[in-house]
Structure formats: C-alpha cells, structure tokens
C-alpha cells in the first residue's frame, strides 16, 4: 500500500514498528513509501492477523531495497522475516533488475536475519550453477550477485565471515567451496517448518501492475 494513499493506517503501521525497533524514527512522513504488510490467515475468527511489514521507498536511491522491516514478537521464528526479506529482494530484480541492499543501521535480529538469507541465497545460488557442477571454481562474486540481486559487499561479508572469498586481478573469486559444503551449509540455513518464500504464487499481473504504474523506479 502506498504511503500517501493511506497515510494514517501507514503511519500507525510505523508506530507499531517504533515499539520493537530501537533505530525507528520515521513515522510521520510516510508519502514517500510503500508498505508491503504480511498477514497469516485467522481460520477461526475468519480474520487476517497482521505478522509483519516491510517498507521501501517508491522511487529507489542508493541501490536500497528495503528501508524498514519487523516481524511483531509472537511471529518471530516462523521464516516471516526471511520471507519478506525475499519478496523485497524479488521485487527489486523483477521489477528494477538490481542489485540492492536494506538500508543502515539494522537491529540485531534483523542483522541475524539478513545473514542468514544471504548465505543461504549465496549457497542455492551455487548448487543450482551448472558451470560450478561440472567442477568449474572460478566463478566470481558479481556472477552470484547478478544472479540473486544481492550486492557485491553484501556477498563478500558473508563469505568472508567463512574464510570462502578472495580477491584476484580486480575481482573477488571463491575459494575452498565443495559440493559437501554446499550441502552442509544449505542444512544448516532451511528449516523445513518454517514459511518458505515461493516467487510462484506472486501473479505476474500484480508485478506489472507496479511497473506500469511506476511505484517503484529509479531516481
């Protein structure tokens, strides 16, 4: 929803966020945001119970795709944070092809959150690689980063947090990656009983409806 369409609601939406978030500020000047908020169907009372939001700005600097994001309390260890974390990085390769990151500073969880998406997404990115299959190492850092729209540093911090990158004639190369690591590491980022982020059931409609109204462009 847009900020300057349904400011009042956007702005109790920030509120909210304030309670749990530390660094939050902004909470009057909405207009220039849109807000993506996450609900989980209530069967029993036949209601929508709101789990968690995240907003970014409708026209994009900076390369930031998300300027804000919480998962309320009760919620939290469910996969809602990853799942928003993937729509947010979905939409900004669907709809402006580039390769972003959230906005500083982030809270503790929501550091914790990142990543964890950024080393799974890093690692599917790398199974799912028929070059790196066939035993072919040398594949570097902007190719990961052109495939899952993570940036460069952002990519470069996770691997390095695991002694897996190095930098080689301008550009950084991975190093000591296996398919067993591979493996190993997607084992310890899924959690099958948690929400999963599935890019299927988002309509092609809604993704060109945004684009063709242009809520989310480049300055």
């Given at each position: 929803?847009?900020?300057?369409?349904?400011?009042?609601?956007?702005?109790n939406?920030?509120?909210?966020?304030?309670?749990?978030?530390?660094?939050?500020t902004?909470?009057?000047?909405?207009?220039?945001?849109?807000?993506?908020?996450?609900t989980e169907?209530?069967?029993?009372?036949?209601?929508?119970?709101i789990?968690?939001?995240?907003s970014?700005?409708?026209?994009?600097c900076?390369?930031?795709?998300l300027?804000?994001?919480?998962?309320?309390?009760p919620?939290?260890?469910?996969?809602?944070?990853?799942?928003?974390?993937?729509?947010?990085?979905?939409?900004s390769?669907q709809?402006?092809?580039?390769c972003?990151?959230?906005e500083r500073?982030?809270?503790?969880?929501g550091?914790?959150?990142?990543?964890?998406?950024?080393?799974?997404?890093i690692?599917?990115?790398?199974?799912?690689?028929?070059?790196?299959k066939?035993?072919?190492?040398?594949i570097?850092?902007?190719?990961?980063?052109?495939?899952?729209?993570?940036?460069?540093?952002?990519?470069?911090?996770?691997?390095?947090?695991?002694n897996?990158?190095?930098?080689?004639?301008?550009?950084?190369l991975?190093?000591?990656?296996s398919?067993r690591?591979?493996?190993?590491t997607l084992?310890?980022?899924?959690?099958?009983?948690?929400?999963?982020?599935?890019a299927?059931?988002?309509l092609?409609?809604?993704?060109?409806?945004?684009?063709?109204k242009?809520?989310?462009?480049?300055?």
């Open positions: 929803m847009h900020g300057n369409k349904e400011k009042l609601y956007c702005q939406l920030c509120l909210l966020g304030k309670l749990f978030l530390d660094h939050k902004l909470y009057h000047e909405v207009e220039t945001f849109q807000f993506f908020v996450l169907d209530n069967h029993f009372y036949n209601t929508n119970t789990v968690g939001y995240f970014r700005e409708m026209t994009l900076e390369d930031f795709n300027a804000c994001i919480m998962v309320l309390p919620y939290q260890r469910k996969g809602y944070g990853r799942f928003l974390i993937a729509l947010s990085y979905y939409l390769g709809i402006d092809d580039l972003c990151t959230p500073p982030l809270s503790e969880l550091a914790l959150s990142y990543k964890s998406y950024w080393k799974h997404t690692f599917e990115a790398l199974k799912s690689n028929e070059a790196f066939k035993g072919n190492t040398d570097t850092v902007r190719e990961i980063s052109d495939y899952t729209k993570i940036q460069i540093d952002d990519i470069v911090l996770t691997l390095e947090s695991m897996l990158v190095k930098y080689w004639r301008g550009s950084y991975l190093k000591n990656i398919q690591l591979i493996e190993n084992k310890q980022t899924t959690n099958t009983d948690r929400v999963v982020f599935n299927q059931f988002i092609p409609s809604k993704i060109e409806m945004l684009k063709s242009d809520i989310l462009k480049r300055r």
